[in-house]
């Protein structure tokens, strides 16, 4: 058993913070881990890294790397691999979160962490994409709830240059019709509508998967590393391989085993949060 259940809160989110989400499409927790959760898991990271530099190896079974290039590392499906990474991505606050935003219990449905460094050639525009079509979506309350958010934590200090995650604000909610690469030039036109994430290590960045995002461009010659959790409504699918490891998951508690394998399917009672409504954190 890796730790007790925990009680996820509801709702998670002061009012500022969901309408800020409502608009945007994202809203910047600052400071939501300790000094102490960030280097444990900065340095776990490292390790990984390491250790794949070193021997070519991964550190457990049921996971792989989207990306080992130097300037971007990357390695998929964290759970099982340390009990740094099983704390961050069941963190109560991060699932309450989550869960609030999709509109009822959520399955973990991806995890990752990436270490970037700046590249050799100057770069100008962004790798702009989004996962899901924001068709997925409805309202609760007036309140728009999306079936993919992410929780992406910032591991290091991140200045103007230093490549935070940056999205175009609001495209949450544009629909597939309109061309994603038309919605990029019209952004760029204006860049007020482009936000970068600048925040100290430890900040959480809580985006809808349909918001149109992007890893920043490193400018400085500062290392960027960044653990993640994406969360849907248990009645989808794992997405992309990110199955839970089956051994691991037969050693949590019940409440972590439904997080992690979705378990608890079309059971989904609606979490119903009015905008005025205090947060319970
Ligand atoms: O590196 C980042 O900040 C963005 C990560 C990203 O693009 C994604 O989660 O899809």
């Avoid at 309408?19 to 400071?31: F, K, M």
């Avoid at 959760?37 to 989207?66: A, F, M």
């Avoid at 149109?212 to 969360?231: C, M, N, P, Q, T």
Wanted: proline content about 7%; aromatic content about 10%.
């Amino acid at each position: 058993m890796m730790s007790e259940p925990k009680t996820t809160p509801f709702p998670a989110l002061t009012s500022a913070q969901r309408l800020h989400i409502e608009i945007y499409g994202y809203v910047i927790i600052e400071n939501l881990l300790s000094q102490e959760e960030v280097g444990t898991l900065k340095d776990k990271v490292y390790e990984i890294e390491d250790l794949y530099r070193r021997t070519g190896e991964q550190p457990g079974p049921n996971c792989w790397n989207t990306s080992t290039k130097e300037e971007f590392f990357r390695v998929d499906n964290l759970p099982h691999l340390a009990p740094c990474f099983f704390d961050y991505l069941t963190h109560p606050r991060i699932v309450g979160m989550a869960e609030e935003i999709i509109g009822g219990p959520a399955r973990l449905q991806q995890s990752d962490a990436h270490i970037r460094r700046p590249l050799k050639e100057e770069k100008t525009r962004h790798g702009f994409h989004r996962g899901i079509n924001p068709a997925y979506s409805h309202y609760e309350n007036g309140l728009y709830h999306f079936s993919f958010i992410k929780a992406l934590t910032n591991l290091t200090d991140l200045g103007p240059d230093d490549g935070g995650t940056t999205v175009i604000a609001g495209t949450h909610k544009v629909p597939t019709d309109v061309p994603q690469e038309d919605i990029v030039n019209a952004a760029y036109e204006d860049p007020s509508m482009i936000h970068q994430v600048i925040v100290p290590a430890g900040s959480t960045l809580l985006f809808y998967e349909s918001l149109i995002h992007a890893a920043g461009i490193i400018k400085s010659d500062k290392e960027r590393v960044l653990i993640l959790g994406g969360y849907m409504p248990t009645m989808f699918q794992a997405w992309m391989g990110y199955d839970p490891d089956p051994d691991f998951a037969e050693t949590v508690s019940d409440e972590h085993r439904a997080l992690l394998t979705g378990e608890a399917k079309f059971r989904w009672p609606r979490g119903k949060r009015e905008l005025g409504e205090p947060a319970k954190v």
